[in-house]
């Protein structure tokens, strides 16, 4: 079966700190590696994600590391602040399905002033 | 441009009804998807809307259906409610086309079922 799967279950960080959050895959056929942050009472909204023919992906404070041999990919949030306390969601489409996003179990994040 | 709107936001339900949720994409987006999220299961893909036809589907029973009308809107129906059918169920939207698109979600609708 399909899956992703997402540690740590919740993250807490001192504000400044980095947050790391790791997922791993199994479908080979993924080809497409989004990172969701939900707010509560929100839907997901797409934070930043990477394709796989790229090792590292850094938007502002986000990073994506990729690491296609191990099938491993993580996000790390330098300087977190706050405002980033959220729950985290990696994800893959299934093969074929592009549309069809496979999600991990969420990673609930506090960072703490 | 406006974003995904779902409703109605919340709604509550006893056991053996059926309820139909509604959502409206973003103009021009092609694709609605249906998510479900529950606390025990987190995000689970129901299926997929393009174009009035469902493209693809996961692995939910038959009581879970949807459909999308021409302008895109889309629609999915629940009947004969279970009490784990309580959950937050989520439509996203889509360009839709061959390669993956970004996935703009709405805010969901609270599903309680009693």
């Known amino acids: 079966q399909q899956q992703v799967k997402q540690s740590p279950q919740s993250l807490i960080v001192q504000k400044g700190g980095i947050s790391i959050i790791n997922c791993a895959y199994e479908n080979t056929a993924f080809d497409y590696f989004p990172w969701y942050q939900q707010f509560p009472g929100k839907g997901p909204a797409l934070l930043i994600a990477?394709?796989?023919?790229?090792s590292e992906k850094k938007e502002g404070r986000f990073t994506i590391s990729f690491n296609k041999s191990a099938k491993q990919f993580s996000l790390h949030i330098m300087d977190s602040q706050p405002g980033d306390s959220a729950t985290y969601f990696c994800?893959?489409?299934?093969?074929?399905?592009?549309?069809?996003?496979?999600f991990g179990a969420g990673t609930r994040l506090a960072v703490h002033p | 441009k406006a974003g995904v709107t779902q409703t109605p936001r919340y709604l509550i339900k006893t056991r053996g009804q059926q309820v139909t949720l509604s959502c409206s994409p973003i103009?021009?987006?092609?694709?609605v998807s249906w998510y479900q999220q529950t606390p025990g299961q987190g995000l689970q893909f129901l299926f997929e809307?393009?174009?009035?036809?469902?493209?693809n589907k996961g692995n939910f029973p038959g009581r879970f259906s949807g459909r999308q009308f021409s302008n895109s809107r889309s629609e999915m129906n629940v009947s004969t409610l279970e009490l784990g059918d309580s959950a937050l169920y989520l439509c996203?939207?889509?360009?839709?086309?061959?390669?993956?698109?970004?996935?703009?979600f709405g805010p969901g609708t609270r599903l309680t079922v009693l």
């Open positions: 994800a893959g489409p299934f093969s074929g399905g592009y549309n069809k996003l496979i």
């Open positions: 996203a939207s889509s360009l839709g086309s061959v390669t993956y698109n970004e996935q703009f």
């Open positions: 103009s021009g987006h092609r694709s």
């Open positions: 990477i394709r796989p023919d790229v």
């Open positions: 809307y393009f174009s009035e036809t469902q493209r």
